[in-house]
């Protein structure tokens, strides 16, 4: 569904004051960033938080990476995905009570992590710290989360393809995401883009952008922000 002339990427893959902050947590000393990849990308780490994840590794220490298993295909199924996230945590919080989680999705995989939200309670809803989505196709207008490419408010108010066909983010998971919609990106904003576009795709080369998730999950792991 995403193509570029090298690959195909991502499918229906600050300002303070736009950062939604919730209670002040202790630092971590290990956690997992558990990042999930959109459509047609490989197996592995997605292309959107690759950067992002060796600039918070070097940042903060005890980190490890885990990248959700799933088809992450053209059919938009992304259920397996987020049977995979939830087993995930528990299975970390099962091996290490105290350890932090951070949730990472891009396009189709950021879809896969919000569907998940519902299903991550008790200890597995404590143990994640954050959540960094980008170009979520169930961005849903006017929650607290949403940020532009910049941390700003552009695309505060707009909806993604799929947000009237979703539950989207649950309201005790707003405070610890940032929904991160480039403006005009017409997965995740349809008031001013449409379909996969450039602006879908610019998630990974945005130094801008880059700068800001890793800002955001060292902050979440820290427990400064």
Not at 13 to 22: G, R, Y
Not at 47 to 75: E, P
Not at 173 to 200: F, M, R
Request: hydrophobic share 35%.
């Amino acid at each position: 569904m995403i193509f570029t002339p090298t690959v195909i990427l991502a499918g229906l893959a600050v300002s303070a004051a736009a950062v939604p902050v919730e209670e002040r947590q202790t630092a971590c000393s290990a956690y997992t960033l558990i990042n999930t990849r959109g459509t047609g990308e490989p197996q592995g780490e997605s292309s959107g938080f690759r950067t992002i994840d060796s600039n918070v590794r070097s940042q903060v220490s005890g980190g490890s990476v885990y990248n959700t298993v799933y088809a992450a295909d053209y059919s938009q199924n992304s259920a397996a995905g987020t049977t995979d996230i939830v087993n995930k945590v528990a299975s970390l919080v099962r091996a290490n009570p105290n350890v932090c989680v951070i949730l990472e999705g891009y396009s189709q995989g950021a879809a896969a992590t919000v569907n998940a939200m519902s299903r991550l309670t008790g200890t597995s809803y404590t143990a994640v710290k954050g959540v960094l989505l980008f170009g979520d196709p169930e961005h849903k207008a006017g929650l607290a989360c949403n940020v532009d490419q910049n941390g700003g408010t552009t695309t505060l108010n707009v909806n993604g393809i799929s947000a009237y066909g979703s539950a989207g983010i649950p309201s005790n998971w707003v405070a610890k995401t940032l929904d991160v919609c480039n403006y005009g990106d017409g997965v995740c904003d349809t008031t001013h883009g449409s379909g996969i576009n450039q602006q879908h795709l610019a998630y990974p080369q945005s130094t801008t952008i880059q700068n800001l998730g890793t800002k955001y999950i060292v902050g979440r792991l820290r427990g400064t922000s």
